[in-house]
């Protein structure tokens, strides 16, 4: 495996998401890496998001977590991406992120009764040209 110097994580505001964050956070600060926090914001994904993820400065739930983890905060970026969730995710493989794992939680707000893993999970693994992870919710 490659060294892994940039790391892009997805976060949608659930439980798991923070989660896969947290994750991220501490793979980040392990490997010595750089942390995009993606939020996509496609048609779709306006209808059911929070108005705080429409500014440019990150929900204090993401400082908070990145600090816990001891990431140093000059060392991750928020970033709201137009398009769905998958597509946000797959593309910051490529520059200016040039991610080289990808991480999103098990399950976000689209969550389906009786599903294990969910869609944007489940599209991501098939389609990602880097490794991916993928984060259960407690």
């Not at 040039?98 to 893993?117: N, T, Y």
């Amino acid at each position: 495996m490659n060294a892994i110097y940039s790391i892009a994580v997805g976060f949608d505001g659930s439980i798991e998401s923070e989660e896969a964050v947290r994750w991220a956070a501490g793979a980040a600060r392990d490997f010595g890496a750089t942390l995009t926090v993606l939020h996509a914001s496609g048609a779709l994904e306006r209808l059911d998001t929070p108005a705080f993820f429409r500014h440019d400065a990150a929900p204090g739930v993401i400082d908070a977590i990145v600090a816990e983890e001891g990431l140093d905060l000059a060392r991750y970026s928020w970033t709201v991406v137009e398009g769905d969730a998958c597509s946000a995710l797959l593309h910051s493989a490529s520059a200016p992120i040039d991610a080289q794992l990808l991480v999103v939680g098990s399950r976000g707000h689209g969550k389906r009764p009786g599903m294990m893993i969910g869609s944007v999970s489940l599209e991501l693994v098939q389609h990602a040209r880097v490794p991916v992870v993928v984060v259960p919710g407690r």
